[in-house]
Each structure stands twice: as C-alpha cells, then as structure tokens.
C-alpha cells in the first residue's frame, strides 16, 4: 500500500514552529521514518513571500526528490502576476505540476477572479487545494456552486467535527473532497466510508501544522476494508492527478 | 534514533500491545449539540475502545457539564454498566452550589468514581471564584484528583491553575487540554508542581508537542486523553508513537502515569 500525503510543506517559515522541514530532503528523512512514501507539497513562499516566488522554488526542492510533487499558488489572472492562463498551463505542463493552491489573502475565489482559470481547470481536471479556514464554509460552498465540475480539495479548518458542514456539500458536488489531517472525529472517517464511499477522501498530514502520526495511524486503524484504506491512503489522490490533461 | 522502535512496529502491525493498553483520562460520552459524532452512545465508546486498545477510560458525560441533577446519576448508571472498562468523574457545576455536600461524599463512597470533573469554561465561572473554593479544599485535604478544562482565558487559564496550585497542592490536578495554548506555562506548572499532570487532548496533535512537553517536563507527567467521542484515539495514539520520544516514554504516557495514578 502507498502512501501519499495531499497536503505537506516545505521551506522556512517567518516564525519557525517545531517541526518545520527547511527543504525537502529534511521532509523525506522524516517521511521515510514514519513509512509515508509520496507527498504532495507546497512550499511556504508560496504564501509568505509571493505565489512566483513560492512556483519557483518548489519546483527546485522537488527536483532530486522523484518522490515529491510539487503544486502551485494561484493568484488572480487580471494583475497578469502569473501571466495569462496559456502561459500559466504550459508552465505547469512543462513542470510536471498538476494540482494548484489557492492561498486567498487579498484576493477573492469567485468567478469573477478567477473565472477563465477555472474554466481551464475543468476541462482539464486540475484540482484546487484550498484551506477552508481560508474562505470558511460559505466561501467553499459558493466556490463549488459557481465553478460547477471542479475538483476542490479541502483542508478542514478545526479539529472539532466539521461533518455538519461538509457532508452536505459532498452529497452534492462529486469534486469535493476532503484531506483527512483534521479529520480526528471519533468514527468519522469509517462512518463517512460507509455513507459515502471512500473517494471523496485523501490522506493528509497538514505538516508542520499537525503531528503526521495522528492522521496515518488513525487510517490504518480506522477499520475500513483493505481495499477503502489503499484509496484513501494514496489511490484517491493518485486517481484525482493521472485524470489530469494539461 | 529511529521513529519506527520496537513498540511502534507493534503497534503498526497490531494496532495495539498487549503490554501496553491505552488508558484515556479524559471522556465525554454521550450526545452533544453542536457536534455530530458517529458513535456517542454506550455501544459505540466501547467499540470504539476496542479499535484502539484502549483498556480503561474516565468518564464525564457531557450531560453532567451541563445539569449535574441529570449528568451525574447518568455518569454513575454508566459505571455501574461498565466497571471494568470505565471510571468516572463526578461533575461539579459551581452554580449549584447545593450540590457540594453530595459532591464531596459521593467521590468518596461511589464505586469507580476517582475525582471530580470542572470545567470553568463551559460554566463561566473562574477556578478561583468562590463557589469552587470548598471544592478544591476537600480535593486537596482528601488528595483526590480533578480533572479541570484548562485553556488561555479567564476562567481556567495557565495563570489560574497557578493560582489553584499555590493554594491546594495536596490535590491532584489534571490540566486538561495542557493549559491549551499557553504550553510554556503549563510545562511550568507541571515542573513546578509535583501534583499537576499534563493531559493531551487536542494538544497532542499540535507541531511537535508530546516531543516538547517530554523534553520540558518528563513523560512521566503527561496523561493520555482524548474527549471520546470527539476524537479518534487512535489518532492521539499515532501522534504519541511518531513523537521523537523513547518506547518507556510512550508506555508512561499511554498506559504507566494512569495506571499509577488510578492504582491499578
């Protein structure tokens, strides 16, 4: 069974937490401790410093690392930061990237921002990775409304049952999914399996935000059968990037 | 040093180690309002201590944060159900002040009941406020445990655990959520105070916390808990077992402190 995290970040923080991986052979040390094979990253100037900055750089950590992919930060096509969407896709196309994240301090997710990119994110699959603490439930909801067909991943915003606000939207929207590092509900995450089925999951650590170990464990112990805990754990999100055409 | 020990790998492989049951301090079975849990009922904890090897959980039912007239017998009907599996806290509300002298005699003649349970936040009352005073002083003259919510604010921050520290250091005073996020002063506390524990839930999946408070304080001051049904043990467990920590420390924190505490 593979192992792959949605959801991991590389680089220096401003104010450094305790278990910050500088770079990503720093992460693949720890990761190869604790049994995580593959991961998807960001990298902190992504958000911190600037998205170009942060594109740059990542691509540069993931290099000698086959293991890691990288992502990128989006910003609003209209300030022409990321150049126009063609450019942006054959950047990505050209970089092996094929997921990206929005960091939305001081911009909007709407369609007014973002419409032309999301259109080029449907048709060609690309996932959307988004902090729900970010925007907040109503930010998400309007996201997956507005942008019918794209593939949202979402980072739960507490640890503090979030049920009552997403199953809903993963009753109505099949794109939704939802990365587990939060997800520390008692039960949650086999009740969610039987309800819903396995796919709307991905396994997730949120590092250095969270201890890697609670969420991998709680998987593995969860009680799900064999064949719900190998999607969770990376075929789901394995799946959600080879459906990807850039 | 290896993440993966011995005692990791066994716990990978099995899920659990026999020699090294969970014991959760911190519990609230029962439904919630503002919350959806999968399981809360009877059934449902057991299972779920079953998943996770936990041996032996200390219950306070949410019903008896709120109203002690119903939460508490609900607390000891649930005891009484499950002996082997469960000990419990008896729940005290200092705006039903009426309810002291039963509160003091029942922890002492109640089977299974091992201390009392405060939560100063979800009753807006500060530990040092006076209806918690007589409280406190039968705890620390009978050395009986307490676990109190603990957490930054007015009501039972770090500064007021300090504050119940100086005062009743006889007792024994299990800072849930570790004072959550003023860890320094909790990991003060538990230095300073030999009758002060750290408890874990919600903090231990925090960036590296169960390395820093081992570091900090010692493993032998820290208390697995996990508010059952709001989290997954299992979650906490991975997160004890992945801390940059020893096997002995794991084994203290996930089963010896409370075995010692609870005199198993």
Known sequence: MEWFDCHAE??????????????????????????????LLTHTSMYEIHALTGNTRILQEVAHHPQFSPTWAILPPATEELRDADHFLAGMRKSGVSALWAFPTGYSLNTNTFGSLYEEMVARHIPLFVKVGAVGWAGITSLLAEVKGLNVVAILPTVWGEDRYFRPLVEHYPGFHICTSMYMLEGGV????????????????????CQPGGSYFSLLCAGLKEQDLVAIAGGNLRHLLEEVRL | MSRVTPLVQEFLREGRVADCPVIDMHTHPDRFHSIYFPNPDMEGILA?????????????????????????????????????????????????????????????????????????????????????QPLLQ?????????LSHTWAGAECSADACRWVAERYPELIFIMGHSCYPE?????????????????????????AFVDRAVREV?????????????????FSIGCVLFADITDDDRRAILYGNAKKLLRL
Request: hydrophobic fraction near 40%; glycine fraction near 6%; charge should be neutral.
């Open chain 1, 10 to 39: 590389i680089g220096r923080r401003t104010v450094p937490g305790p278990l910050q991986a500088p770079d990503a052979a720093a992460l693949a040390a720890l990761y190869s401790e604790i049994g995580i094979q593959r991961a």
């Open chain 1, 190 to 209: 086999k009740a969610f399996v039987d309800r819903y089925g396995p796919f709307q999951l991905l396994f997730g650590s949120s590092f250095p935000d």
């Open chain 2, 48 to 132: 779920s201590m079953e998943r996770s090897g936990e041996r032996l959980i200390a219950i306070a039912p949410h019903a008896a944060l709120y109203d002690p007239y119903y939460g508490n017998p609900l607390m000891v009907k649930m005891l009484q159900a499950q002996p082997e599996r469960f000990r419990g806290y008896w729940c005290y509300n200092p705006h039903y002040p009426e309810l002291l002298e039963e509160a003091k005699a029942r922890v002492l003649d109640t089977p299974g009941v091992i201390g009392y349970k405060l939560h100063p936040s979800t009753h807006q009352y500060p530990l040092s406020g006076d209806n918690y």
């Open chain 2, 138 to 146: 039968w705890a620390n003259v009978h050395r009986l445990m307490v």
């Open chain 2, 183 to 207: 860890f320094d002063k909790a990991f003060a506390l538990a230095r300073d105070f030999p009758n002060f524990y750290l408890e874990l839930t919600a903090c231990e999946r925090m960036p």
């Open chain 2, 218 to 234: 010692g493993a032998h001051k820290l208390l697995f808990g996990t508010d059952l049904p709001w989290f997954d043990p299992n």
